[in-house]
Nanobody, 123 residues
Framework: QVRLAESGGGLVQAGGSLRLSCAAS????????RAWFRQAPGKDREFVAA???????LYSDSVKGRFTIARDNAENIVYLEMNNLKVEDTGVYSC?????????????????WGQGSQVTVSS
């Protein structure tokens, strides 16, 4: 079992920055890919960014150029640096993890999910 714990959410004005962190514990040796998804009120969950075991990354078009995903393998932590935040970035951000698979990085079928961290961007 792998446990994920997010931190770093909060309230920020449009144009501001936040950094989310996701610490993994438990059987982390089995985990390869990590990703962030978000869900805005009244909307479906959507893919934000992912990082593969070899460092390869994928971003949704809506955050490309503004968000950066990174991982510290030694500490089993994944970060999501969010810059130039927009009101439409508001939502609950969940970090995820999965074992090695051939599924695309933006496929939501990740095995492990954190509880989520609220990010609110005000105008």
């Amino acid at each position: 079992q792998v446990r994920l714990a997010e931190s770093g959410g909060g309230l920020v004005q449009a144009g501001g920055s936040l950094r989310l962190s996701c610490a993994a514990s438990g059987r982390t040796f089995s985990v390869t890919d990590r990703a962030w998804f978000r869900q805005a009120p009244g909307k479906d969950r959507e893919f934000v960014a992912a990082i593969r075991w070899d460092g390869g990354t994928l971003y949704s078009d809506s955050v490309k150029g503004r968000f950066t995903i990174a991982r510290d393998n030694a500490e089993n932590i994944v970060y999501l640096e969010m810059n130039n935040l927009k009101v439409e970035d508001t939502g609950v951000y969940s970090c995820t993890a999965r074992v090695k698979t051939l599924m695309a990085l933006n496929n939501p079928r990740y095995k492990y999910w954190g509880q989520g961290s609220q990010v609110t961007v005000s105008s």
